[in-house]
């Protein structure tokens, strides 16, 4: 088989279409519906094509070996909601995040560890506060159960507003802030102590152009 035969064999395999595949591997559909019908010899997206689909980068790419990637380097595809600031901030107390009405809509994502990601969910960026790290428009996919460390994005609920806020964490002198990545933007920091709650760590942006 050649690199276009082994790619839709493999989409196969596993039961998705190329727009969906494109989503996950952060390309265009078009970029794999031309591998798929022009079966060039090589490709620059094989590594993340193989991740997404969860087979062996060698096989993909030359065809030797078997296509079963090994177990640690396997990646599923999940769907997330994308569900508004408002939601986000009392997402904890949401018992299943699949069931109909929770989102308008979904996005694939894809992950090493499939079972345990089942209350992930993505936001849309709104306004200019974390610019240029994150534009207005931009997905965010957050893990709430994900321990948030120095320096990690994150979303989290002040006691005082409705809607969660995203900024980065910064952990100085035992003491935690709020940083906005926006170098003009007020306040820059933000000090939180028992008047916040955390939502989740973002893990991956997905931008659109």
Not at 58 to 74: F, I, Y
């Amino acid at each position: 088989m050649s690199l276009g035969q082994r790619l839709k064999h493999a989409r196969r395999l596993v039961g998705i279409g190329q727009e969906e595949l494109a989503q996950c591997a952060k390309i265009s559909q078009s970029a794999v519906s031309a591998i798929e019908r022009r079966n060039p010899e090589s490709s620059q997206f094989t590594h993340v094509l193989a991740k997404c689909l969860g087979v062996s980068a060698t096989w993909l790419a030359t065809g030797e070996g078997k296509p079963n990637a090994q177990a640690d380097d396997r990646h599923y595809l999940i769907d997330v909601p994308i569900i508004s600031w408002v939601q986000a901030g009392d997402w904890s107390q949401v018992e299943d995040p699949h069931l109909p009405g929770v989102a308008d809509e979904w996005i694939p994502f894809a992950t090493t560890r499939k079972s345990e990601n089942k209350n992930m969910y993505a936001l849309r960026v709104q306004g200019v506060s974390m610019q240029p790290a994150f534009n207005e428009g931009d997905i965010v996919i957050v893990d709430p159960d994900r321990d948030a460390k120095h320096g990690d994005y994150v979303v989290v609920r002040l006691d005082d507003d409705d809607a969660a806020t995203f900024k980065q964490l910064i952990i100085e002198g035992g003491r935690k802030f709020l940083k906005a990545a926006n170098p003009v933007w007020t306040p820059q920091l933000q000090s939180i102590n028992g008047n916040a709650t955390l939502c989740g760590v973002v893990v991956s942006r997905q931008t659109n152009f």
